[in-house]
């Protein structure tokens, strides 16, 4: 494979807050600031691959209570039911309503775990200094970037039905503690993509790449 040239090895960093090149000091020790932002600048992110280890740790975590506790609660003169994610899907495909079944089913089940599933799959890949499919795998970042905002549709839909609902005075409706679970994978989640640098995956290719990938050039 042809080794392209990347701005590493032309000597150039990027700012992580605001994208703006910049040229590395003479000197190894000397710390370097966006000219434009004024943000300290590095090679690579620094700690991303530990940090984004430890996000997707607690998101692995907390998506279990997520999925099997209650996601809301409905009271009304009928009694109370509690619904989880799964039995409010079940709920939509049963009425008749098996397109939103579908979206709430894949957006509230399926992409907070394959974004979970690919961010593990990316950060072991660069942990191993793996060199193949390198574009895949860039691509594959863009992808879990692009979707991640999409899993937070059931809560957008309950606080929806919460507003309804209430509005007309049929029922009492509450969220559970599974949207709180559920919020905070979404989050964490995001904050893993934020924390991991897709630059890491082409760093196998240079010679001059740093095998720890978590040594800052410039603190």
């Avoid at 020790?29 to 992110?45: F, G, S, T, V």
């Avoid at 390198?134 to 957008?156: C, K, N, T």
């Amino acid at each position: 494979m042809t080794r392209p040239l990347t701005a590493r090895a032309a000597g150039l960093l990027s700012c992580h807050v605001c994208g703006q090149l910049a040229r590395s000091p003479l000197v190894p020790q000397q710390r370097l600031r966006c000219p434009r932002c004024d943000a300290p600048m590095h090679l690579r992110k620094p700690a991303s691959i530990t940090t984004t280890w430890a996000l997707l740790v607690a998101s692995v975590l907390l998506y279990i209570p997520a999925n099997l506790l209650p996601m809301m609660t409905t009271a009304s003169l009928m009694g109370s039911q509690e619904d989880t994610i799964m039995s409010g899907v079940v709920f939509l495909w049963e009425s008749g309503s098996w397109p939103l079944a579908v979206v709430v089913f894949f957006a509230s089940v399926m992409v907070p775990l394959l974004k979970i599933l690919a961010l593990i799959y990316l950060t072991a890949s660069v942990q191993s200094r793996s060199r193949r499919r390198l574009l895949q795998r860039a691509r594959l970042y863009r992808l879990v970037e692009f979707v991640g905002r999409w899993s937070m549709l059931d809560i957008y839909v309950i606080t929806i039905l919460v507003a309804l609902v209430q509005f007309q005075g049929i029922a009492t409706i509450q969220a559970g503690p599974a949207a709180v679970a559920f919020g905070a994978v979404v989050v964490l989640t995001m904050f893993a993509a934020m924390s991991f640098d897709p630059r890491l995956i082409w760093d196998p290719l240079s010679d001059s790449a740093d095998p720890a990938h978590e040594r800052p050039a410039h603190d």
